[in-house]
């Protein structure tokens, strides 16, 4: 059948699908949606599945996509499934850090992988790799929720089918109570609904406190809140409110005012920045003595943080009325301080809150206390309960074992009221529902664990994650990982589900070999022999503080080269290899040329990688192997413009809008889809800005522009920088600009990293610090992930901030570093981690602290003549690129891939051309005078197409008794530029000894420090 509209528009969610990539705006066509509803009136839930097609019709080759999907508020994804062959393949429940691993090593292995992940709150996504052009692909996924209708908008040329079934069960439902039965998971579940029931009796409070949240996501036309608001104060007459706005820092803004200074006040808000709800106990506590506490906000934190529940609150009551809502963390947060979540007019929050306060059953003494009894219910008979009702009632469920009847009794201010259900009559659900039974338990199971656990002040993280593994069901511990052939699962070490294809060759596999040893597997430990490496590295450092001039060392850096030396590829650091002579480039280039696309494209672009167009400029040696080398670079430049999109694993994701736009936009506002970068567009924008710095008009043509560019990351960090290099003092100002990328509906790691970094550099590190670790829940099997916590950590230990926990965590991540295995383009990264765990090993020894070598790492790997004079360190947040740290010496030399070595004793470690860095410059005298520090932009093999440039990062740490650091961002947006990025004094001894330089008293850079 058609698409049929829906009673309630703004309930409706357009569907997109987008690949990753710059040049892939809406490269996947939804060629088919069948929406199909399983309703149990019974107990007013309903199991939907919604089948897919999809076709990627513009990007040729393989390509990661993934589809952002809102589902309705309290909704999760609980079955996943690809058609492949014929057979349809279901997703198998891991923890959700597992499961990001293993997507990224199936990825890297070139294997067919997919998974189902909650983003945060009501926000999923699907990943799928790969995605043929023009072949389509079909995958299905069950969701259960209490509204039957459809929920989503699609694209007007997608072939929408709705089909229900029958609901002749009606009556047989009503008559049983509101109770059904059903097998499911191996065992019999029951389910009983209980109708809210409201307490009779008004207690109007006399002071209430309004938190409004005033982050970038929840600006929007909020008249339906301020009539509601306007309906409340009449029923209070004699009610004051004081209103606090809070983002990612938090002020009272009145006292004890009326509701029109409430309105006028929230409506002359400008709505910036991310979102801390770590925040809200300290508010609270500001607050003080209220009768009541009402609460503005979607209850999505920019980290997925969960909400902990204040000490001692006062009621706090949530209004949600936002198309993505985290209702898990605000349910919680009502639940246990007494609160209502407030679904429509906040009047209910006038009225006591409906508990649960007994469940009673037909078991016998013996099987009552039996622990180990097959029936199993929540809430749990066997306790005193006050449990909290909400609006939509409440579900009495479980496994039924040998209890037949079951009674609950509410109670609602001064009313009583009893409901009784006999399960020996209850509706049986055919197979098809069933299931919905299990996650009905599962998900009430789940809801009261979150809660207690915020109640308590007590992380049951572990018990939510086994609820989720058992029964099956997205959740922010657990993803639905689909995998498809058995070595897949053996290799990963997840057992395979019967109902698998593959299960009989997985468990076929188990007899013959057992589970395998993931020792030397991607973001595994290392094996004795891949850690022999490290130790070579080790050595190799040690040798160079004993003699950090080499007798033959020569600067180079003048005068012409011949083709076989230096040069891109040449300089590669420890253990390189020799550059390529003119006779093979000339070879390579004609095979360039020869080769039919798409070889010739990937012939180009890896002698374009590994040549740099640099030495052929002054070598008049190797003319014709330059001519063909410049031809073929510029066919490379052309190729990977054509294949950006099939190499780019960052960008836009799908998102499911409110209204069908794009934008996601919402009566109340809403969280965005992202919008990929256009080259130069900043450049129209910045110029508008920096003309308001000079006429002080930067609030209102900065809002102007935030409104036209408000899905765009490009345009913040833009926009935050402008701001921070003309006003310093306003860096407050521009790290809340900053954070509005958090706001963007997605959890896009390059996008942190570059967030992250720039918070440093604002002198918000604390925040930086936050942002940063969630970068390493979300990539964990990236060695920059780790190091990046380490290197924020080392901020404040470096510059004379001594806390031992920070030390000893910032310790871990280097370990983690050291020791466990990375993709092949991470190669030597141990390199730069060698070097700061000695700087920090250093620290702590300062500071008298002991047993801190990590007892993972040999001491061999110690290098006991270690002394950091000059460490420069350049790090950047896009993965698959190039850029190049310069380093020119006071004596004019310039060190960099092409002369890694100066008479000094500079040393520049590896060339890093394909991943994240970093590239360390290290000198362990350093004369007095200036080091002029640049980065060049040489090429990047995945460009960001969310925010339109890659942020390189520079840290330069002084040694010595009074070190000096500094940390600064810059972005680089063109291929082969060149920017001085930093230059840093070396003072000279003003006594003798020592041989080097000697650092001068510490002066930081403005706003280039670490976590104050």
């Known amino acids: 059948m058609t698409q049929q509209p829906c009673e309630l528009e703004e309930d409706r969610f357009a569907v997109t699908f987008h690949s990753f990539g710059e040049a892939t705006a809406l490269p996947m066509h939804i060629q088919k949606a069948s929406f199909q509803v399983f309703p149990v009136v019974a107990i007013a839930q309903n199991l939907v599945r919604l089948d897919l097609t999809v076709v990627n019709n513009v990007v040729e080759g393989d390509i990661a996509a993934k589809l952002r999907m809102p589902l309705p508020a309290g909704a999760t994804i609980c079955r996943f499934e690809f058609l492949r062959e014929g057979q349809w393949y279901p997703a198998v429940p891991v923890l959700a850090k597992k499961a990001k691993e293993v997507v990224y090593k199936e990825k890297e292995k070139g294997r067919k992988v997919a998974a189902a992940a909650q983003v945060q709150g009501n926000v999923f996504e699907i990943e799928v790799f790969p995605l043929k052009y023009k072949s389509p692909s079909q995958c299905r996924l069950w969701y259960s929720h209490g509204d039957p209708r459809l929920p989503f908008n699609f694209d007007s040329n997608t072939e929408v089918e709705i089909k229900r079934q029958q609901e002749q069960d009606a009556e047989t439902a009503a008559e049983a109570l509101g109770a059904c039965i059903g097998d499911c998971f191996g065992q019999r579940h029951f389910a009983c609904h209980v109708p809210f029931v409201q307490a009779p009796e008004v207690q109007a409070p006399r002071r209430i406190a309004v938190l409004w949240d005033t982050s970038g996501s929840q600006e929007?036309?909020?008249?339906?809140?301020?009539?509601?608001?306007?309906?409340?104060?009449?029923?209070?007459?004699?009610?004051?409110?004081?209103?606090?706005?809070?983002?990612?820092?938090?002020?009272?803004?009145?006292?004890?005012?009326?509701?029109?200074?409430?309105?006028?006040?929230?409506?002359?808000?400008?709505?910036?920045?991310?979102?801390?709800?770590?925040?809200?106990?300290?508010?609270?506590?500001?607050?003080?003595?209220?009768?009541?506490?009402?609460?503005?906000?979607?209850?999505?934190?920019?980290?997925?943080?969960?909400?902990?529940?204040?000490?001692?609150?006062?009621?706090?009551?949530?209004?949600?009325?936002?198309?993505?809502?985290?209702?898990?963390?605000?349910?919680?947060?009502?639940?246990?301080?007494?609160?209502?979540?407030?679904?429509?007019?906040?009047?209910?929050?006038?009225?006591?809150?409906?508990?649960?306060?007994?469940?009673?059953?037909?078991?016998?003494?013996?099987?009552?206390?039996?622990?180990?009894?097959?029936?199993?219910?929540?809430?749990?008979?066997?306790?005193?309960?006050?449990?909290?009702?909400?609006?939509?009632?409440?579900?009495?469920?479980?496994?039924?074992?040998?209890?037949?009847?079951?009674?609950?009794?509410?109670?609602?201010?001064?009313?009583?009221?009893?409901?009784?259900?006999?399960?020996?009559?209850?509706?049986?659900?055919?197979?098809?529902?069933?299931?919905?039974?299990?996650?009905?338990?599962?998900?009430?199971?789940?809801?009261?664990?979150?809660?207690?656990?915020?109640?308590?002040?007590?992380?049951?993280?572990?018990?939510?994650?086994?609820?989720?593994?058992?029964?099956?069901?997205?959740?922010?511990?657990?993803?639905?990982?689909?995998?498809?052939?058995?070595?897949?699962?053996?290799?990963?070490?997840?057992?395979?589900?019967?109902?698998h294809p593959a299960h009989a060759a997985w468990k076929a596999s188990q007899v013959l070999s057992g589970p395998p040893d993931l020792t030397g597997d991607l973001g595994q430990p290392k094996t004795k022999q891949q850690m022999e490496i490290v130790t070579t590295l080790a050595q190799q450092l040690n040798t160079y503080m004993k003699q950090p001039i080499l007798p033959t060392e020569v600067e180079g850096g003048s005068g012409s080269r011949a083709c076989g030396g230096g040069g891109k590829g040449g300089g590669k650091g420890l253990g390189a290899a020799p550059r390529m002579g003119a006779a093979p480039r000339m070879a390579m280039a004609r095979l360039c040329r020869a080769a039919p696309p798409p070889q010739a494209a990937e012939n180009c672009m890896a002698m374009a990688r590994s040549e740099s167009e640099d030495d052929c400029e002054d070598s008049a040696m190797c003319g014709a192997a330059c001519e063909a080398e410049a031809e073929c670079m510029a066919m490379a430049s052309e190729s990977e413009e054509g294949c950006m999109a099939m190499d780019n694993e960052d960008g836009c994701h799908a998102s499911l809008s409110r209204d069908g736009s794009e934008d996601g936009g919402s009566v109340s506002g809403g969280r965005k889809d992202c919008e990929s970068y256009v080259q130069g567009k900043e450049q129209g924008y910045l110029e508008v800005l920096r003309k308001a710095l000079t006429n002080d008009s930067w609030p209102e043509a900065y809002k102007q522009l935030r409104g036209e560019n408000s899905a765009s990351p490009s345009f913040f960090l833009y926009s935050a920088d402008l701001l921070l290099s003309h006003l310093p003092q306003n860096a407050e100002v521009a790290a809340r600009i900053c954070t509005n990328c958090l706001e963007i509906n997605l959890q896009d790691a390059q996008m942190m990293r570059s967030t992250g970094y720039f918070l440093i550099k604002a002198g918000q590190a604390p925040l930086a610090l936050a942002v940063l670790d969630r970068v390493r829940e979300i990539a964990p099997v990236e060695p920059q992930s780790f190091l990046d916590g380490a290197l924020v950590r080392a901020l404040d230990l470096l510059s004379g901030k001594i806390c031992e926990a920070q030390l000893r965590k910032a310790l871990e991540l280097i370990v983690v570093v050291l020791t466990h295995l990375w993709a092949d383009r991470f190669q030597e990264i141990e390199w730069p981690a060698l070097i700061l765990l000695q700087m920090l090993i250093q620290v702590g020894d300062r500071e008298g602290i002991k047993d801190l070598w990590p007892a993972a790492l040999d001491t061999t790997l110690r290098s006991s003549e270690f002394s950091a004079g000059l460490v420069v360190w350049l790090g950047w947040d896009t993965d698959n690129t190039d850029i190049d740290l310069h380093v020119v010496e006071p004596s004019g030399n310039e060190v960099y891939y092409s002369n890694p070595r100066s008479s000094i004793g500079g040393h520049l470690s590896k060339d890093f051309t394909q991943g994240y860095g970093p590239e360390v410059y290290l000198c362990k005298n350093p004369p007095a005078g200036q080091y002029t520090v640049k980065a060049k932009y040489y090429a990047s093999h995945q460009r960001s197409s969310l925010t339109g440039a890659t942020s390189a990062v520079i840290w330069a740490l002084q040694g010595g008794p009074h070190p000096e650091l500094k940390f600064d961002t810059v972005r680089l947006d063109r291929n082969k530029e060149m920017m001085d990025v930093m230059k840093v004094s070396v003072a000279g001894c003003s006594g003798g000894g020592g041989g080097g330089g000697c650092s001068q008293p510490r002066q930081f850079h403005p706003h280039s420090f670490g976590i104050h």
């Open 220 to 499: 929007g036309d909020h008249s339906r809140r301020f009539e509601r608001l306007r309906g409340l104060a009449g029923q209070c007459p004699s009610a004051t409110f004081d209103v606090w706005t809070f983002g990612i820092s938090f002020r009272r803004e009145l006292e004890a005012v009326g509701v029109d200074e409430v309105i006028a006040i929230v409506m002359a808000i400008a709505y910036d920045g991310g979102t801390d709800l770590t925040l809200v106990p300290s508010i609270v506590a500001a607050v003080g003595p209220v009768d009541a506490i009402l609460l503005f906000s979607d209850g999505m934190d920019s980290l997925d943080r969960r909400l902990q529940v204040p000490e001692a609150a006062s009621p706090i009551h949530a209004v949600v009325d936002h198309p993505n809502v985290n209702l898990s963390n605000l349910s919680s947060l009502c639940l246990a301080t007494g609160g209502h979540l407030l679904k429509g007019d906040y009047l209910p929050m006038l009225r006591p809150q409906t508990l649960l306060t007994h469940v009673e059953t037909d078991q016998d003494d013996e099987a009552f206390f039996d622990t180990e009894s097959s029936f199993k219910c929540c809430p749990d008979h066997r306790l005193r309960l006050q449990w909290p009702v909400g609006q939509e009632g409440l579900w009495l469920c479980g496994t039924l074992g040998d209890v037949s009847k079951l009674s609950g009794k509410l109670t609602a201010g001064g009313l009583t009221k009893e409901f009784h259900f006999d399960l020996s009559t209850a509706q049986v659900l055919q197979s098809s529902a069933a299931p919905l039974l299990g996650y009905l338990f599962a998900r009430e199971q789940y809801k009261a664990v979150q809660r207690d656990g915020a109640a308590m002040g007590v992380d049951l993280t572990s018990v939510c994650a086994e609820l989720a593994t058992r029964y099956g069901f997205c959740s922010s511990e657990a993803t639905l990982l689909m995998l498809y052939d058995a070595c897949q699962f053996t290799e990963n070490q997840i057992d395979c589900p019967k109902d």
